[in-house]
């Protein structure tokens, strides 16, 4: 009978051969069954490799070149990429710069603590998952893993309207409180039945987009010939299609101005932030009319190029809304010092787009969830290097803008 001798580790299996052969088993039945076995260990010797690999991530930058090298070329454009000349995707990131902290040391920092209120609602950190579509681009399992990738994290994911799975099957597989996401169309009736389905399924507050009348000049995407899988909330409106000026395409909130606002708060029954905030007169509009929260946002860059990077326009919007309501932002967050920057500015907390995508894409869940305890850490990190045991304690003068 033959004996195996298998000792693993990480799945570099070493293998001492002593065969015997009976007489009622031939060579060829013994090469069988060592071929079975080898098949049947093949699955867990890949998956180790993978969780072994997902551990040596540092930052979330080292998932990029592994999404990318599972991603074909138009889904990773898709994440990637910015609108026309990516001039605002760009300033995202260098805005930081101009930023500089002002420490102070020997503060109390053996004890850390991440955690802050929106809504009444305790988050574990002041990091959350933000809106993005159509995510069956970038994982066969598409938005359900990045919730269950938020959830192991304990992070809010914000479930965009263009989901491409089934909404309540993506809130089925959350294990935190969620938000919704909304772009308003292709009807109003439409759009109160989506928020109200959301709310019933469990969303605790609903992110109205603003900056995204038109759909977005994304050049990649046009000589990608992306094509976008089916949405799982699309539906034909009753109603006929409004005139779209030089060929371009409308959406349905091209027509909305400022007054939707107070109609959307009065049937959702949950905090309604506005999203996609840029000027200071703006968030002034947003308050008056009612918003519970905003969201300074350039979506990331990808619709109107030329944009301002949200970060260098976070202090004008903070003074505008006079502490009268939260401050969210996005757009360019990649590490922990970034969220830290944000935080001290005046924002009650930061949501990130790209980073969940890569680790969706590298690793599924695991990678979503890996990605948001990096970010997490390396808050905790600079929080106590730059002397801030608790999100209380971040002030305006932590900071130095150029």
Known sequence: MQQ?????????????????????MTRRESVRQLAAWVAASAP??????????????????????IFRSKADKTAYDYVTGGSWDEWTLARNRDAFRKITFRPRMLAKVDELDLSTELFGHKLKMPILI??????????????????????????????ST?????????????????WF????????????????DAVALGAKAICWT??????APRERDFRNHLQRPPLSHRRTSQRAAAP????????FQAQLTWDFLPELK?????????????TPEDARHAVEKGASGLIVSNHGGRFLDGAPSTIEMLPEIVEAAGGKVPILIDGGFRRGTDILKALAIGAKAVLVGRPPLWGLGAFGHAGVERVMQILERELAWAMALAGRPNIASIDKTLVSID
């Open 130 to 159: 933000a809106p993005t579509g159509t995510h069956s681009l970038i994982h066969p399992e598409a938005e359900v893993a990045t919730m269950r990738g938020a959830g192991a994290a304990g992070a809010v994911m914000v479930v």
């Open 162 to 178: 263009s989901t491409s799975m089934p909404l309540k099957q993506v809130a089925e597989a959350a294990k935190t409180h969620w």
């Open 44 to 65: 867990l010797c890949a998956q180790a490799a993978e969780e072994a690999k997902l551990e040596q991530m540092i930052n979330v930058f080292d998932f990029d070149p």
């Open 4 to 24: 195996l001798d298998a000792r693993s580790s990480h799945c570099a299996y070493e293998l001492n051969w002593r065969i015997f052969i009976p007489p009622d």
């Open 244 to 251: 779209e000026p030089f060929n371009l395409r409308m959406r």
């Open 210 to 215: 603003v900056d995204a009348p038109y759909d």
């Open 266 to 278: 009065a049937y959702a029954k949950v905090p309604v932030l506005v999203k996609g905030i840029l």
């Open 181 to 196: 996401q909304l772009y308003t169309g292709p009807d109003k009736d439409y759009t109160r039945d989506r928020v109200q």
